[in-house]
């Protein structure tokens, strides 16, 4: 088992940036592959990033080039650096852990990002 709780998100201007950082607490976090997803309303939830156990990182088309995953395995934390933000990027965006073996996931509460002037 693993428990994720988001830290930051708020209010930010079109072309600004904003972190988020997601603590992890209850397992071996190294061995988990972490993501961030996000889910607008009326929309279905989508992946924004991911980065391996071992460290490789994917994105999605939309965020390359503005947005950086990485991870923390000492603090167990995740973090989502997001730059250039466009009104497109709000969202409600969620930490996820996906267990190596089993492929069960797991979702902290999600936090709000709104991108607007």
């Known amino acids: 088992q693993i428990q994720l709780v988001e830290l930051g998100g708020g209010l930010v201007q079109p072309g600004g940036s904003l972190g988020l950082s997601c603590a992890a607490s209850g397992s071996i976090f190294s061995l988990y592959d972490m993501g961030w997803y996000r889910q607008a309303p009326g929309e279905q939830r989508e992946l924004v990033a991911t980065i391996a156990s071992g460290g490789s990182t994917n994105y999605a088309d939309s965020v390359k080039g503005r947005f950086t995953i990485s991870r923390d395995n000492a603090k167990k934390r995740v973090s989502l650096q997001m730059n250039s933000l466009k009104p497109e990027d709000t969202a409600v965006y969620y930490c996820?852990?996906?267990?190596?073996?089993?492929?069960?996931?797991?979702w902290g509460q999600g936090t709000q990002v709104t991108v607007s002037s």
């Open positions: 996820n852990a996906r267990h190596p073996w089993t492929g069960r996931n797991y």
